[in-house]
């Protein structure tokens, strides 16, 4: 069975802060892709990233960045110098790969984020 | 680039009522949608699969005669929630899934969701 465990419910930080949110996951899979997306408080998903399991390099995307560490199983998610317009709910989601069948993802419990001015 | 269309955004509905929520997939064919609620705080939860011209899936524990899912075209699925109750309120969101999920290296496009309240 897959799983995906956000430990963090919710985290504030003041802006201009570094913060990163945690992401564990379990599958039996060898392959499978792992995403993050953002949640504001409109509701809609907005996709950030998508990883596949044999690329572990790390990737920056402006004040995002993710580490990806298969040996841990985890899949963290930074953002640096925070701003209230990252205050949102942060998923976390996994899914085998799509050409096995499009299958859906499984998400985190979310982290919800507060950046404070 | 690829768009789901979900509409309504909002609906308010009287308790006892049915409302239909509307998926599309406005670029592109998609073969799978699935169908997800969130509780206030919660997490996204499955709720049920449906691929074009068959019966959805549901997962354990979702009434699918109460939640009524059509995916009668490669554009459209719908989800119908009948004789809803107050604790049908809740946020339902779609994705998509088809050929140009795979080639724009990613897995689904989501919908912007449906704020069910149920009074």
């Known amino acids: 069975a897959q799983k995906v465990t956000q430990a963090q419910t919710e985290i504030s930080v003041v802006e201009k802060e570094d913060v990163t949110l945690d992401c564990v996951y379990e599958?039996?899979?060898?392959?499978?892709?792992l995403f993050w997306y953002k949640q504001p408080p409109s509701g809609e998903l907005v996709f950030l990233i998508r990883?596949?399991?044999?690329?572990?390099q790390n990737e920056i995307s402006g004040r995002y960045s993710w580490n990806f560490q298969k040996s841990t199983s985890s899949f963290n998610f930074t953002i640096t110098a925070s701003q209230v317009v990252d205050s949102a709910v942060y998923f976390c989601?996994?899914?085998?790969?799509?050409?096995?069948?499009?299958?859906?993802?499984?998400f985190g419990k979310g982290t919800r984020l507060s950046v404070i001015a | 680039g690829a768009v789901v269309s979900q509409h309504p955004s909002r609906v308010i509905c009287k308790s006892g009522t049915s409302v239909k929520i509307e998926c599309r997939s406005l670029d592109f064919q998609a073969t799978t949608m699935f169908w997800y609620r969130q509780f206030p705080k919660q997490s996204l939860m499955l709720m049920a699969t449906s691929n074009e011209g068959s019966k959805a899936t549901y997962e354990q524990g979702v009434e699918k005669d109460k939640f009524l899912i059509n995916h009668a075209s490669l554009t459209l699925s719908t989800l119908t929630v009948t004789s809803a109750h107050p604790e049908d309120s809740s946020f339902y969101i779609c994705?998509?899934?088809?050929?140009?999920?795979?080639?724009?290296?990613?897995?689904?496009?989501f919908g912007q969701g449906t704020r069910l309240t149920v009074v």
């Open positions: 989601a996994l899914s085998p790969p799509a050409p096995s069948g499009n299958t859906p993802l499984v």
């Open positions: 599958t039996r899979d060898t392959t499978y892709y």
């Open positions: 990883r596949n399991s044999f690329d572990e």
């Open positions: 994705s998509a899934s088809g050929q140009k999920t795979t080639t724009m290296n990613t897995e689904a496009f």
